[in-house]
Structures are given as C-alpha cells and as structure tokens.
C-alpha cells in the first residue's frame, strides 16, 4: 500500500496537495463572485474589518473543528462523527445523524444551484473565446438573455457538471490532487496577472482606500451577520467538506498549520479578487454597490471599454470557472466518500450515479432564478449555520481530549495555550455566533 493509500480508501499523497485541495474547495464564486459584491453593498472598509473579524472567531475554529475530526475519524463525514462521538450516547448518536444527514442534504442543493452559477461563467469563457455572442444592446441584456434563458443555462450547467464528474471519479491522489496541484497554481497566476494589470492601468488606489480605509458609519447589525454568514460559505464549512478532506490527510502533524495555510489563501484570494474588481469598477466611474450582477454584468461593461478588454475578460472568467471547478469538486466529493466508505460503493458508480442525481435537482435552478435563490438561501442561512453549530458542540463537548488536541499536541512545545484558547473558542464563542446567524436566518430579529 503506498503512503496515499491510507486503509485502501484513497488519499492525498502530500502535505501540500492536501493544502491545495482544501484551499480549491475554499476558494471559490465565494471569493471572486460574492465577496466582492457584498463588500460593495456594505460599504468597503469597515465591512472588511468585520469579516475578517468573523473569519477568526467563527471560521479558524471550524476549520480546526472539521479538519481533525476527519483526520482522527479516518472516514466520510458521517462515519468520522459516529467514530469519535460513539462514547458519549445520545447526543454523540444525534450530532453525527445530525450533521451526516444535513451534510448529504447540503452536498446535493449546494451543488445543484453552484453549477448553474459557474455555468453562467463558462459561458463567459466562451463569449470571451468568440464562441458564443453578446447581446448588441450591452452587458445587461447578455446577461438577462443567458440567466432568463433555462435551455441555455441548464447546457452550460451540464458541462460544469461533467467536469466535477470526471474529476471525482478519477479518484482522491489521481483525480482530485492532481486537478488541485494544476488549478490553484493557474488560479493564482491569473490573479496576479490581472493584479498587474490594474496596478498599471489605474483604479488601484482607489480601490484600496475602498477596501481598507474603514467608515464605521456603514455597519449595521445586518453587515454583521452577513460577514458572519459568509465566513462559513467561503471556507466551505458547515456540512463536512473539510471533515472529508481531513480523512484523507496522512498525520496529525500539519493540521494546524495546514489549517491556517488555508484560511490565508482563502482570504488573500478574496481580498485580492476585490481589489482587481474595484480598480475597474473605480478606473471607469461605476458603482460599487451593483449587487449580485457586479461580475455578470458590471465589469463586462467595463472589459468592453478598457484597453485590451478581450483578453482581461478571458482571464477573469476562465479564473472563475477555475475557482468554482475545485470548489465544486469538494462538494460532490462529500457525498461520493459516503456512498464509498458506508456503502461500499466503487467510486466511478458513486462519482456517476450521485453527479447525475445533482445534475437533474440543478436543472429547475437553471430555468428559475427564483428557485435558485431558494436553494442559496435554503442551504447559505439555515442548512451550513446548523451543521456548522453541531460540529461546532461536538468537538467542543463531546470529543475526546486526546482527539480534539491531537492536532495542537502535535505541534512543537505541544501548543497547549492554543489548545486552550481553542478550546474555549469551539465551546462558547463559536456556537453562539453561529446560533445568532440561525436566528437572524429565521427572522428573529
Ligand atoms: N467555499 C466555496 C466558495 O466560497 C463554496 C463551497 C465549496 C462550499 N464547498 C463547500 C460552501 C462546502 C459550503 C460548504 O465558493
């Protein structure tokens, strides 16, 4: 058995493509797409801040959370959840019920509608490459005709879902490794390059000053918990994807450190997406606060204007289409490893049969924007902030010490005072931000 092939389950042959795997899933319509539209909704700066305020006090601790309770259980999400909650009776049975079946539910909707979003950016690709037209009348009207077009939308929705297929059923070291060690690299590179490219061509500092020269004026509760949301939806916490990943990591070693690497890259690429963003948005005089439509709309306006417009435009989506590829990967990968851990499944039928269920729940996505924003919402408010609240107590509560310090035991001088302060973070802190996200979800207040 070769060191990627822990107990003939597959895993990731190297540290640094387990990092590239967890960042792939990371990174995603979460950076480029979202983040950038809700920092201009919420004003810039002082958004900013609070983000990245929730990223460590909500996100770190999840991450930890999930990272080594799928490197100690060795297993799919749910299995690792039975695995080390078993001891502890009915409430280790309902957590890992809990979150085993909140996280096959949130693998499927999340999925489903992700595809039909990325779709949209492939077809971007391909009006970019001279294969599919534009609308005369402008960016808006391309847009709408795409969006309100379901035959079209559901074609390209199609194709995204191939690639994710193809990638999992190749398997952990020769699928999903591989395909992680090519794209976030690509993905980087593209970024950088279009970095570059505002750096010369102006807005820059504009958009910096946007970005972190904070207004507290704008804060609102509202901003708070949007921040807070989104810390979970960006590191793709909530629903077992780092649990999955975590169980085919090879030691307890690197999991704090990897953890952090992580998050870095995460937050980096969103900030930098940002900033590549609004130095256009700025450079042209147009609005921060376009909403959703800022990249679909917003910023090919834009490319149709700038010097050299056609190629920025080629980089930008193919950097999108390559961010949501990963990200898309992990999400089918969590129900995949069940099917194959629990159920014995081989991983092509798993990959297949589970990518073409998703397939077939995304296409009423694709014909209704309405049913796709139920799905968001449905999976963004309620179904994350849960799984996330029961892993939260979980590790917190009912783990062993020796498994929930495994990964700061293992780090020089033992990481004791982090182990403490982590500790006290998953008990108290973190289930009770994240309650408050559930809460603001159902409309308590
Ligand atoms: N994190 C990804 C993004 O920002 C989306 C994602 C992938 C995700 N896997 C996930 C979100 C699992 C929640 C749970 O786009």
Not at 18 to 33: H, K, P, R, T
Not at 67 to 90: C, E, F, N, P, Q
Not at 267 to 291: D, H, K, N, Q, Y
Request: hydrophobic share 55%; net charge negative; proline share 3%.
């Amino acid at each position: 058995m070769s060191d990627g092939e822990k107990g003939g389950r597959g895993g990731f042959q190297t540290d640094l493509g387990f990092v590239l795997a967890a960042a792939g899933s990371a990174v995603g319509l979460g950076n480029i797409w979202k983040f950038p539209y809700i920092t201009g909704e919420y004003g810039g700066g002082a958004f900013v801040l609070i983000y990245l305020a929730c990223i460590a006090l909500v996100g770190l601790p999840l991450l930890y959370a999930e990272m080594i309770i799928g490197r100690r259980g060795g297993k799919d999400v749910l299995d690792s959840m039975s695995a080390l909650t078993a001891h502890s009776g009915l409430p280790g049975r309902l957590a890992t019920w809990g979150v085993g079946l909140l996280a096959v539910g949130s693998g499927f909707f999340i999925l489903s509608f992700y595809a039909v979003v990325a779709g949209w950016a492939v077809h971007f690709v391909a009006i970019s490459l001279g294969l599919a037209s534009s609308d005369a009348s402008g960016s808006e009207a391309t847009f709408t005709a795409l969006a309100g077009n379901g035959g079209l939308s559901a074609w390209w929705h199609t194709v995204f879902m191939g690639l994710v297929i193809l990638v999992v059923a190749g398997g952990v070291q020769s699928g999903i490794e591989r395909a992680c060690k090519i794209l976030m690299p690509a993905l980087m590179a593209i970024l950088l390059a279009l970095l570059a490219y505002v750096g010369v061509t102006g807005g820059l500092g504009s958009s910096l000053a946007f970005l972190f020269e904070p207004d507290f004026s704008k804060v609102s509760g509202e901003a708070v918990l949007e921040a807070l949301g989104h810390a979970f939806f960006t590191l793709s916490l909530g629903m077992g994807a780092m649990v999955t990943y975590g169980s085919y990591l090879q030691s307890d070693r690197h999991v704090v450190r990897d953890q952090l690497a992580v998050a870095f890259l995460d937050t980096t690429i969103a900030l930098v997406a940002g900033l590549v963003i609004f130095a256009v948005v700025f450079s042209m005089g147009a609005e921060p606060g376009a909403g959703p439509g800022l990249v679909f709309i917003t910023l090919p306006d834009l490319f149709a204007q700038i010097p050299g417009g056609a190629f920025v435009s080629l980089a930008f989506f193919v950097l999108l289409v390559v961010a949501a590829w990963s990200s898309g990967i992990s999400l089918l990968e969590v129900v995949v490893a069940l099917g194959v851990d629990r159920f014995g499944w081989s991983r092509k039928t798993a990959a297949i049969g589970i990518g073409l269920l998703v397939w077939a729940l995304g296409l009423p996505s694709a014909f209704s924007g309405e049913f796709l924003d139920f799905m968001d919402n449905l999976t963004t408010r309620y179904m994350l902030p849960t799984g996330g609240l029961l892993i939260a107590l979980a590790a917190g509560w009912l783990l062993t010490t020796e498994d929930r310090e495994a990964g700061f035991a293992a780090l020089p001088g033992g990481g004791a005072a982090l182990a403490a302060t982590w500790t006290f973070t998953i008990r108290f802190v973190t289930p009770v931000l994240v309650l408050l996200v559930i809460l603001h979800g159902l409309g308590v207040f």
